[in-house]
């Protein structure tokens, strides 16, 4: 790829697709193009056709989609499912017929069944039934997985599905319904900080493990995908690293300095128990995560602390 490569990074806003669009700049790329879902609805078929004759991008990064937390996942299947399906089929559909040299799809690490054994390898995919919280999701997700995988294997194209743990870092999400956890907590810890430390309720038993990969580590991860042959289709992307969310709790309101209780709500879905994913095959073809979690928070904390509360919150 040339730097002058006309790049097309659908979700450039997003806070993936944001992250992407600031790596490729730093490292040269100068012909990069965006739209806003208002300027052009991935769903729409037809329109998605138009902008690739329009635009001929040569190559796609793929950080579009309808995103959330584990509460969102379970009370809007619907969306999670065929929102999701619509958008990726029309980009990668319309990237093949166009002749797109490299393509770009994000999964998310959900795809694996939820008990599977830990760390979770590529080769475990649809091995066993999936999370309930958010098996529409990961439905669509592992379509856009095997979609590329047919095009690599069909026709001989550099199409290449990452697999991203939970991320997190500037220009997440923060409402508090349809959040990811750690956006969450930040918002949380910080907002009762404010109010004389007073309780924070978080949800389930936080006896859960998570993973969590810095945005700018994502992001690194799919430039690098893009600058180099990748010699097969999926990728898991993570820092092969989990703690408990009790743990992440204790993490977060440290960083933030809050001194009040922690009240869990267990009436509030835990769902997967863990999944931590094995990261060899990135890591043996030369790529390796390099923000460490605290340090991660404490970048996003002092982003939302700028954001001066303009910070995103995505409703349904
Ligand atoms: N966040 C995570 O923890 C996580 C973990 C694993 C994988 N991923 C994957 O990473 C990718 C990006 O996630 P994210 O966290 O960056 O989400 P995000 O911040 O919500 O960004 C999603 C972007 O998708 C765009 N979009 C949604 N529906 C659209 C539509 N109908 N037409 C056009 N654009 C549309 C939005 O554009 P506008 O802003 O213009 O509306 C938004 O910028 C997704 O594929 C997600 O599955 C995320
Ligand atoms: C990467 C994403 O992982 C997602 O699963 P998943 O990690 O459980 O999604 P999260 O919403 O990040 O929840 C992770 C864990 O944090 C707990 N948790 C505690 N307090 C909170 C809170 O205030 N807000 C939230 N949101 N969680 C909280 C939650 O119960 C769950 O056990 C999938 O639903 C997505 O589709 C995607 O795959």
Known sequence: MNKDSKIYVAGHRGMVGSAIWRALTA?????????????????????????????????????????GGILANSEYPYQFLMENLQIQNNLIDTAHIAEVKKFIFLGSSCIYPKLAPQPLREEYLLTGSLEPTNEWYALAKISGVK?????????GKDFVSLMPTNLYGSHDNFDLKTSHVLPAMIRKFHEAKLNDNESVELWGSGTPLREFLHVEDMADAAVFALENKMPENLYNIGTGKDLTIKKLAELIQKVVGHKGDII????KPDGTPRKLMNIDKMKNAGWESSIELEEGIKLTYHWFLESTNDYKQVKY
Not at 45 to 64: I, L, T
Not at 147 to 155: D, G, H, S, V, Y
Not at 264 to 267: I, L, P
């Open 264 to 267: 869990w709500d267990v009436s």
């Open 27 to 67: 490292k040269g790329y100068t012909n990069l193009i965006g739209r806003t879902s208002a300027e052009l609805d991935l769903k729409n078929q037809q329109a998605v056709k138009d902008f690739f004759n329009n635009e001929k991008p040569e190559v796609v990064f793929d950080a579009a989609a309808r995103v």
């Open 147 to 155: 979609a590329c995988e047919a095009i690599r294997k069909q026709f």
